[in-house]
């Protein structure tokens, strides 16, 4: 949870001004639904790049097996 306020602070996106007016105008239930809409997309974006790199490194693996079984096939 403290990384989700670090970035929430860093990315400069929302300041406390901003928060307080969206609360005033919107209401409270729907500010923190908007605040867990960008929460959860953000978390999509970040699973997305870690299965990407994961995808690679599954990839990655598969060619170098495929290199010893034929090295081991062919001597």
């Known amino acids: 949870m ?5 970035n929430f602070h860093r990315e400069g996106g929302f300041i406390m001004e901003t928060i307080i007016q969206i609360i005033s105008q919107l209401g409270f ?3 923190v ?7 959860i997309n953000k978390l999509q974006e970040q699973h997305k ?6 995808s690679e490194a599954v ?3 598969t060619l170098v097996m495929q290199k010893l079984l034929d090295k081991w096939e062919n001597p």
Do not use: G, R, S, T
């Not at 639904?33 to 929460?39: E, G, R, T």
């Open 29 to 31: 239930p729907i500010a």
């Open 2 to 6: 403290q990384a989700f306020w670090y």
């Open 59 to 61: 990839n990655n693996n």
């Open 33 to 39: 639904a908007c605040v867990c809409f960008w929460y």
């Open 49 to 54: 790049q870690e299965i990407d790199k994961l």
